[in-house]
C-alpha cells in the first residue's frame, strides 16, 4: 500500500514533468487530442494515427540534460505541433518559437522534395508569466500582410495562451482546460472536470501523484530543476551586469548584451563570435 505524504501538496500541471505526462505520453494521446484541437481548431479526425515524436521516457531526477521537455506532434498528413509550459517568460520567446518552428518545417524536407510538400508547423506556448504583445488570453500569430491581413500561407501557426489573464467565471471549452493546468486546488479541478469525461481522466491523473511516492519525486525533481535553471541565469545576469559596470558601460546596453549573447547562443553562433560581438567573456557566454 502507498504510503500517503503528511502534508498534503498542492500539485498543478504547470509542472515539466505533470505537463508532458498530461499531454506527451501513448497512454494519454486521448488528453492530447483534445486541448490541441479545442487551441487549433483541428477537427479530431486530423489526429487519426497521430504520433508523438519525443515520448521517451521522462528523466527520473532532472540531474542529466535529456533535451527540451516541450511535446513534438506528427500528423498522419505529416503536419506537426510543438507544445511547451513555460512558468517564465523571457523577450526572446518569440523568436524562439519562430526558430524552432522553423526547424520543425524543414525537419523531413529531404532533396528531390518540392517546396509544395512542405507541411504546416503549429507551435503552442502555454505560458504563467504574462505575454507581453497582448492583452488577450489567446494569441494566434500567422504570416499576412499587414494592412488587409491576407494570408500569406498557412506554412506557420504559433499560439500563446497566457495563464495570467483567465477571467474568473463564463470559461470557454479551451480556457476550462488553461484553468485546469494553472491551478493548484484538487477541488477545483474536479469541479472542472465533472461534465467533460477527458478531463475527468487528466484529473485522475493528477491524483496518481498523490498516491504514488516515486511520481511525487518525479514532480518536486521537476520544480527544483526549473528552480536551478532560472538562479543560472539570475546568476549569469548578475556576473554580466557587475563586469559591465565595471567596464563603465549603461546597465541597459549590459542587459542589452546578455540578451543578444542569450539569443545567439541559441541559435547555434560559434562562442568565439559572440564574444566579439558583444563584447562579454568566454566565460559569461558559456554560463548563459
Known sequence: MQK???TPMKFTARNDYAFKKLFGTEENKDIMIEFISLVTDLSQDDFDDVRID???????????KTGRLDIKIRLNDGRKIDVEMQNTYFDYYPKRSIFYCSKMIHEHFFSGL?????KKCIAINVLNSPFKLSPKVHSVYQIRESEEQTLLDELLEIH????TKLPKENLTSVEKWLMFIKTDSKEERRMLAQ???V????????DIFYLDEQERRRYEAAWEYE?????????????GLERGKSLGFAEGSCHKALQDAGNFKRLGVSIDIITQATGLSKEEVEGL
Not at 518540392?114 to 512542405?118: C, I, N, P, R, S
Request: charged share 30%; hydrophobic share 30%; glycine share 0%.
Open 199 to 206: 478531463m475527468t481522466k487528466a484529473n485522475n491523473v493528477m
Open 114 to 118: 518540392q517546396y509544395a510538400d512542405l
Open 160 to 163: 500563446f495562451l497566457d495563464l
Open 195 to 197: 461534465e467533460n469525461p
Open 4 to 6: 500517503l505524504p503528511t
Open 227 to 239: 528552480s536551478d535553471r532560472l538562479s543560472m541565469i539570475n546568476e549569469s545576469e548578475r556576473k
Open 54 to 64: 519525443n515520448n521517451e521516457q521522462l528523466p527520473r531526477f532532472y540531474n542529466d
